[in-house]
């Protein structure tokens, strides 16, 4: 089992930064990728993720504005967030992907907040 809680959501105007910071405890050995999605009507929609050996991926919405980075040795992943638009806000959650014997788990937090609005 992993857990992962997620900090650093709020409100700030548009143009404005934000940085969400995510920690992951427990069978933290085996977490081979970690990431943020965002909520939206019907699924959790990808943001960012970055593996433990530091491969990035972004949706194309955020490339260039958004930067994915992980602490492994504290098991802690950054998402650094610039020039925030309105279309930014939502419930950011954080994942972690661990990879077991029996198989690949997914774990998320409880998310976090984030409003870009004037």
């Known amino acids: 089992q992993v857990q992962v809680v997620e900090s650093g959501g709020g409100l700030v105007q548009p143009g404005g930064s934000l940085r969400l910071s995510c920690a992951a405890s427990g069978s933290v050995f085996s977490i081979y990728a970690m990431g943020w999605a965002r909520q939206v009507p019907d699924r959790r929609a990808l943001v960012a993720a970055i593996?433990?050996?530091?491969?990035?991926n972004y949706d194309g919405s955020v490339r260039g504005r958004f930067t994915i980075s992980i602490d492994n040795a504290k098991k802690l992943v950054y998402l650094q967030m610039n020039n925030l638009r309105p279309e930014d806000t939502g419930v950011y959650y954080c994942?972690?992907?661990?990879?077991?014997?029996?198989?690949?788990?997914?774990?998320w937090g409880q998310g976090t907040q984030v409003t870009v609005s004037s």
């Open positions: 593996t433990t050996d530091g491969r990035s």
């Open positions: 994942n972690a992907h661990s990879k077991f014997s029996d198989g690949d788990y997914d774990y």
